[in-house]
């Protein structure tokens, strides 16, 4: 038995063994999952276990160094882990901007000072990060960004307002761009981090036409931010919030394909069986569903070893989120009416029109996918004029 089938062996034997039964169903929304940072509040002992016991082993994180909290897993070690709790159906222990996208951003930019004071807390779920890019009137055209850090000394005072900040008003700490140069567009701009107690952070929720509210406008009136909360250099922070951004869009293309799901047509039956204008087009969906997968873990192989064209994550993030959108959509048409029950206990609080809305706002956060498109034109087609 080669080293990685021992590995997998080993690895389906400890999670069969450790992951809780509870913790073996599938996430039905942000709220059932687990987010960790100060003020969360476990939905029951079995989340808590998990977490505990996947972040002990430093498995929250598999392929991060074990100094900052990882398992220092290689590469195929990891895919290994990911594939064997998707299919016992192990829930990820932790939902977190900060693996998804400060940890990288961290792990290439930080000091190393940083790196062993956050990433741990990261690993462990203590701290819940916010992101703190848009604003209103700069989005899409990010860099126009107008949050200004005066420079005063040993730190700076933060004045602005940001807008859409997922779960602002949940988090503890913000990872946040701010300008710090007014006369230089890209090399103008600073990324920090703060804690959201500082006094002058405010939030407010911006309420949906569903009813729930994981938006905020976040506000900043003379916060003050010691110079050390940096990360990595003065005015060049457009570097760090660009690579963040492709771990961002990696994540959100990911985000709805994982090897885990049934085929369509494998999932619905009687859909399949019955409309035959449904199975063609679940048939087709399939089929381009694992001509991304296989796109996607070879783009993930060049990527970590830096030889992924840079634009290649907003490809990634158009393919991924579009495919995603059509999943659902075709979930909607293969369950019919029943599918768009919102409130009862057979729906489960209404799980499938719930998550078929929020796929609509996969091809706008992280980037839209006009925007994608653009910059695939440019810099990947070497179109003129994009
Ligand atoms: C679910 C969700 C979560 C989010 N979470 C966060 C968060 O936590 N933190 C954060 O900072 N932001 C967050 N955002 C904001 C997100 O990053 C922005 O919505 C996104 O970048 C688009 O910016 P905008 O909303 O200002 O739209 P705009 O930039 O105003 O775009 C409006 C429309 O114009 C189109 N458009 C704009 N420029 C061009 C162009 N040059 N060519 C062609 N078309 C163009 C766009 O594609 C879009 O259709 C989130 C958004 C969503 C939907």
Redesign the pocket.
Same mark, same amino acid.
């Given at each position: 038995m080669s080293d990685l089938e021992a590995f997998r062996v080993e690895t389906r034997a400890w999670l069969e063994a450790n992951c809780p039964p509870e913790m073996r169903e599938p996430v039905r929304d942000d709220d059932d999952a687990c987010w960790g940072g100060r003020n969360f509040k476990f939905k029951n002992p079995a989340q808590k276990l998990w977490l505990e016991t996947m972040a002990a082993r430093g498995w929250t994180v598999p392929d991060w160094p074990k100094a900052y909290g990882g398992g220092g897993l290689s590469a195929e070690e990891t895919k290994i882990l990911r594939s064997e709790m998707a299919k016992l159906g192990c829930r990820p222990p932790l939902m977190s #901007?900060g693996i998804w996208m400060l940890g990288p951003a961290l792990l290439k930019f930080g000091t190393e000072e940083q790196k062993l004071h956050y990433l741990p807390q990261i690993a462990r779920g203590e701290i819940r990060w916010?992101?703190?890019?848009?604003e209103p009137?700069?989005?899409?055209?990010?860099v126009s960004l107008q949050t200004f850090g005066e420079d005063k000394g040993d730190h700076w005072v933060v004045n602005g307002q940001?807008?859409?900040?997922?779960?602002?008003d949940k988090a503890d700490w913000i990872f946040c761009l701010v300008r710090t140069d007014k006369t230089n567009k890209y090399q103008g701009i600073s990324f920090l981090l703060f804690d959201m107690t500082t006094p002058g952070v405010s939030t407010k929720p911006i309420l949906l036409i569903s009813g729930s509210s994981? #938006?905020c406008e976040t506000f900043f009136d003379n916060v003050k931010v010691p110079k050390h909360q940096i990360v990595g250099e003065l005015n060049r922070g457009w570097d760090v919030a660009k690579y963040l951004l492709g771990h961002e869009r990696e994540m959100i293309s990911g985000g709805g394909l994982g090897e885990g799901l049934a085929s369509l047509g494998a999932a619905f039956p009687d859909a399949a069986a019955n409309e035959p204008v449904l199975r063609a087009e679940m048939a087709m969906f399939d089929v381009e569903t694992i001509a991304f997968r296989a796109h996607s873990e070879r783009f993930m192989d060049e990527w970590k070893t830096g030889r992924a064209h840079p634009a290649y994550s907003n490809l990634m993030k158009y393919v991924g989120t579009e495919l995603n959108k059509k999943r659902h959509e075709l979930v909607m048409a293969a369950g019919g009416s029943d599918a768009l029950e919102w409130e009862s206990a057979r729906s489960k609080g209404g799980a499938k029109p719930r998550t078929w809305l929020?796929t609509k706002?996969n091809s706008?956060?992280?980037?839209?996918?006009?925007?994608m498109l653009?910059v695939v034109a440019k810099r990947i087609l070497d179109m003129p004029g994009a």
């Open positions: #901007f916010c992101q703190g890019y848009s009137g700069s989005g899409s055209d990010l940001k807008i859409w900040t997922s779960y602002a994981p #938006f929020r706002a706008i956060e992280g980037g839209t996918s006009e925007v653009n």
